[in-house]
């Protein structure tokens, strides 16, 4: 079960506020109640949290990437270089945690959210996690892309504010 990159420990109470945040979710979820008991498979329910838990990840990673190399990088310093540093770890533990979600995702997932789908009132939207895994893949590498043109832009600011600097100190 993933983290939230926001969140130090594992907290299940912000990984089930994340799933519900999404009204599709709670149709699917309580579709599966019948008589007060649960009959979704616990599988589906387990890969609709994660998936849902990778996608806010993404969206966490984006904007804190995106602050770093679009805003702060205007001041550039060694510190913004680590701070690049440390999201791009965090990214890549993230493509290789949701390549293995997806190597484990049972095809049976699908097929069950298939059953819940027809059965629900009208014609609902359902997220199937294989489908938002494989679009926080996508993502995550043009978030890749751009964390390291951020570093490459940062390394040439750096160098032409030390330039300035040796600039100005010259007599």
């Known amino acids: ?9 594992l907290s299940l109470y912000w990984s089930l506020h994340h799933l519900f945040s999404h009204p599709w979710h709670y149709h699917v979820l309580s579709s599966g ?14 890969h609709l949290l ?7 990840n993404l969206r966490i ?32 533990q993230m493509l290789w945690h949701v ?8 095809p049976s997932v699908r097929t069950e ?8 009132p009208g014609s609902k939207y359902i997220g199937y996690p294989d489908l938002i895994l494989h679009d926080v893949l996508e993502q995550a590498i043009v978030l890749q892309k751009l964390l390291m043109d951020c570093s490459t832009i940062l390394m040439s ?8 600097s040796i600039q100005e100190q010259a007599p």
Not at 1 to 9: G, Q
Not at 33 to 46: A, C, E, Y
Not at 63 to 82: A, C, F, M, V, Y
Not at 99 to 106: A, G, I
């Open 1 to 9: 079960m993933p983290k939230l990159v926001d969140h130090a420990e």
């Open 50 to 56: 994660a998936s849902s838990t990778w996608a806010t």
């Open 157 to 164: 600011s750096i160098s032409v504010t030390e330039a300035g």
């Open 33 to 46: 109640v019948q008589d007060g008991h649960i009959k979704l498979n616990p599988d589906i329910i387990l």
């Open 113 to 120: 959210l298939d059953s819940v789908k027809a059965n629900l």
């Open 61 to 92: 990673l984006d904007h804190n990437i995106k602050q770093t190399g679009l805003e702060d990088i205007r001041r550039p310093s060694i510190s913004i270089n680590d701070t690049l540093h440390n999201q791009r770890v965090e990214l890549l």
């Open 99 to 106: 390549k293995m979600t997806l190597d484990w995702l049972p």
